[in-house]
């Protein structure tokens, strides 16, 4: 199976800085999706970001962007000017075409934002 | 609101008991994905259906079983309780073959005393 690590268990970062959130995987397979989840206190998984491995063209939304390097199948996500509301717990996701439609997660990083 | 919906919010029984937890899943989705979290700790995906059939299984104890229903909810049975099952249960769903995105609910809190 998949798997994906997280390296960062705990991460902080001044309010209005940027961050670098870290996530690889391992994989044989060529073409596959990754994504970075967001979970508030509230608890609710949050849909940040993808990236389909096909292109090349890094992901962005608004504040987040992504580093996919597919070569060294690393796929970190950054955060600019971070704002309180960032605070929570990231977790980077792979899914797989071949495993039946199957999602692997990784261990999270917990972000804190220092006002 | 995700459009996934799962009940109950919070649940607190005892050991040795028996909880059904139940997901409808978004408007259109046929894929139903049931995941653990327990405190602190990543998700651990347990299993996931498909328009009523079972496509994989995680690491789900016998003690815990799931179907998918002709209208596409679907419960996750949890028997014989242990004070370890006490965590945070989580429905997602998505379209099913092709589909790049999970939708998550908001997660059923089971509390074991």
């Known amino acids: 199976a998949q798997t994906v690590t997280q390296s960062q268990p705990e991460m902080s970062v001044q309010e209005a800085e940027t961050v670098t959130l870290s996530c690889t995987y391992d994989?044989?397979?060529?073409?596959?999706?990754l994504f970075w989840y967001k979970q508030p206190p509230s608890r609710q998984m949050i849909l940040v970001i993808r990236q389909e491995a096909y292109k090349q063209q890094n992901a962005t939304e608004n504040r987040f962007s992504v580093n996919f390097q597919k070569a060294a199948k690393s796929f970190s996500l950054k955060i600019s000017d971070s704002q309180l509301g960032d605070a929570a717990m990231y977790f980077c996701?792979?899914?797989?075409?071949?495993?039946?439609?199957?999602?692997?997660f990784g261990t999270g990083t917990s972000l804190t934002v220092i006002p | 609101d995700s459009g996934v919906t799962q009940t109950p919010k919070h649940l607190i029984t005892a050991t040795g008991q028996r909880v059904t937890l139940r997901c409808s899943p978004r408007s259109g989705d046929l894929s139903v994905y049931w995941y653990q979290q327990s405190l602190d700790q990543g998700l651990q995906f347990l299993i996931q259906y498909y328009n009523g059939e079972e496509r994989a299984k995680g690491n789900i104890l016998e003690r815990f079983s799931a179907q998918q229903f002709p209208d596409l909810h679907s419960e996750l049975n949890l028997s014989s309780l242990e004070l370890g099952d006490s965590a945070l249960y989580f429905c997602?769903?998505?379209?099913?073959?092709?589909?790049?995105?999970?939708?998550f609910g908001a997660g059923s809190r089971l509390t074991v005393l």
């Open positions: 997602a769903s998505n379209i099913g073959s092709g589909a790049n995105v999970l939708t």
């Open positions: 994989t044989s397979e060529s073409d596959y999706y």
């Open positions: 996701a792979y899914r797989s075409p071949n495993t039946g439609n199957q999602f692997y």
